[in-house]
Nanobody
Framework: QVHVEESGGGLVQAGGSLRLSCAVS????????MGWFRRAPGKEREFVAT????????WYADSVKGRFTISRDNAKDTGALQMNSLKPEDTAVYYC?????????????WGQGTQVTVSS
């Protein structure tokens, strides 16, 4: 059974940084893209970033462009989301998923999510 798991969330002050990790087990995901989404309290889940299977193509939501960096290590079946210059509005549960694109329907496997809280 393929399993996706996020880690690295936590509480950070505005302007700080966090690095989220995504680990895939049960099957290699090197042939698949990977994406990050988030859901803030009272809001719908939204796209954050995606990376294709080679790691050569990345795509960010305008709200995080220039602050967040998505990456992957196919040899380890892991991915990461480096988040810098965090803002209170980045507070959300962050989800890693297998797939590629900016829509939830582009993804077939999801993690349980990791909470990121940015204090002002």
């Amino acid at each position: 059974q393929v399993h996706v798991e996020e880690s690295g969330g936590g509480l950070v002050q505005a302007g700080g940084s966090l690095r989220l990790s995504c680990a895939v087990s049960g099957e290699s995901f090197s042939a698949f893209g990977m994406g990050w989404f988030r859901r803030a309290p009272g809001k719908e889940r939204e796209f954050v970033a995606t990376i294709n299977w080679t790691g050569e193509t990345v795509w960010y939501a305008d709200s995080v462009k220039g602050r967040f960096t998505i990456s992957r290590d196919n040899a380890k079946d892991t991915g990461a989301l480096q988040m810098n210059s965090l803002k209170p509005e980045d507070t959300a549960v962050y989800y890693c998923a297998r797939g590629y694109g900016d829509r939830s329907v582009d993804y077939d496997l999801w993690g349980q999510g990791t909470q990121v809280t940015v204090s002002s």
